[in-house]
């Protein structure tokens, strides 16, 4: 009995359908494919759609992104380059030396994740025979399943990448310049990545610093066009270019993420950021004609801190100040292992998007509720927020020199002010804190502010 028969076979039996009608289905997928799909590929997509689990799934055909499936083998896929990240040297477990690299390729029904681990087609990326804003195909590549419930398409040494592929339908794929576009700054909303264009206002230089035994390297620019300003927080080799960038050129800042930062919101470029200094065909406006006050979120304008009750806050609030108790902590893990070159979350040693990480760094994260009388609302403390709370350094943290759990312990109860921005939990149904600066209640302001309100 050959692979399709016994596919179906084993689809019929474990979903207790017949034989027909799991061919029908298989027909109607290789349909709604276009064709692009083997009548053995659509097969293997029924049986995933219908919860029966299959191994070693060999699809020779090229697939959309978006009907990749686990275990997947011998996939072939066509994709538009919209990011990729230098390759970075490694060392197994078995003590043997290597180099891989990592890009992102997108069509019309999803983005995918590529490890590539074979040297020849690291050798084209380093040399730039494919780069980002290219259609191109991958051949003979494996599927994992990534973390977060996405997935991942290997490339070793029996895959291939192809440059420029032969018959590409360029409607299947965005458009180059719909993923490279560029968004006003004054629209940039947190947790998202963007293309921005703007003009250099301030330009603090490279700073060094070391974290977790590893040294790296910062540098903070402030960037604005006629909607408003925002930080560009640029890390280690992107920060390297920061001193060909001076006060009154023009960049453009490809893929960069959006998170909120102490003084509005920030744009970090890590390893899939693409950096172009005065890029041609691009007007913006002087940098003394853009409105911007140190200090200032990305509107422009100074940031105003705000003394609020729990009971007044509201989604969207921003640089609310509240004062409280510690009344609950969760959990009892607090240290968050993080990928030093792009900031995602390492599991099991991986990131997400940057492979095998030997020495991730140690992010300190508290989630609690604070109680000012009028309500209670959950707070989270990232990082520095945290490790005031708390009271430990970030080299103790590193060191683990601390018992993280009983400081955190000590911190039930404790009167604080925080100040932070409001959002919604979407899965809780609930607004939060989220928190960046943690100061001890002055006990005379306080006293006064009571005898004030007798």
Known sequence: MG???????????????????????????????????????????????LGVKTKNRIIESTVRIGDILP?????????????????????????????????????????????????????????????????????????????????????????????????VNETEFPAEDEFTSALEI????????????????????????ERDGRTGKVA??????????????????KAEKSVELAVGD?????????????????????WGTTLVKNPEGVEVPAADDINYTAGSSNNGTPKERVEAKIADLKEGDKYRQVRGAIVN???????????????????????????????????????????DGSGTISVTFFREAAEKLIGVTPEEISSSSVDIIAKVNEALGKEVVVEGSVKRNDYMDRIELNVYEVKPVDAVQAAEKMIGSV
């Not at 084993?10 to 034989?19: D, H, P």
């Not at 040297?89 to 983005?111: H, L, Q, W, Y």
């Not at 903070?220 to 080799?237: C, M, Q, R, Y």
């Not at 969760?330 to 979350?345: A, R, V």
Request: neutral net charge.
């Open 71 to 167: 275990e997947m083998k011998a996939v072939s896929v066509l994709g538009r380059v919209k990011a990729i990240s230098p390759a970075r040297d490694f060392v197994s477990k078995k003590g043997i030396k290597g180099k891989v690299s990592n890009m992102e390729i997108v069509d019309n029904t999803a983005s995918i994740r590529i490890a590539i681990w074979n040297q020849s087609d690291i050798d084209k990326l380093e040399s730039g025979v494919i780069k980002e804003g290219q259609i191109i195909q991958i051949k003979n590549g494996y599927v994992r399943e990534g973390y977060r419930g996405g997935f991942e398409i290997n490339v070793g040494n029996k895959g291939k990448l192809v440059e420029n592929p032969e018959e």
């Open 329 to 371: 902590i969760f959990g009892d893990n607090f240290i968050h292992l993080m990928c030093p070159e792009c900031n995602k979350k390492v599991r099991e040693g991986q990131c997400d998007k940057c492979g095998i990480i030997e020495k991730p760094n140690k992010l300190l994260i508290i989630n609690g509720t604070i109680d």
């Open 220 to 237: 903070n620019l402030v960037i604005g066009d006629s909607s408003g300003t925002a930080k560009l927080v640029l890390w280690n080799e």
């Open 3 to 49: 692979e399709l028969e016994d596919l179906i076979r084993t689809v019929s039996e474990k979903v207790a359908i017949g034989e027909d009608e799991v061919k029908k289905k298989v027909k109607e997928k290789q349909r709604e494919l276009s064709g692009l799909v083997s009548e053995t590929g659509a097969a293997y997509i029924v049986a995933n759609e």
């Open 186 to 209: 004054g629209k940039i909303v947190p947790d998202s990545s963007v293309n921005v264009v703007g003009r250099v206002i301030r330009n603090f230089g490279v700073n060094e610093f």
């Open 250 to 270: 023009i960049v453009r800042v490809g893929n960069g993420f959006v998170k909120q930062g102490q003084a509005g919101l920030e744009i970090q470029a890590n």
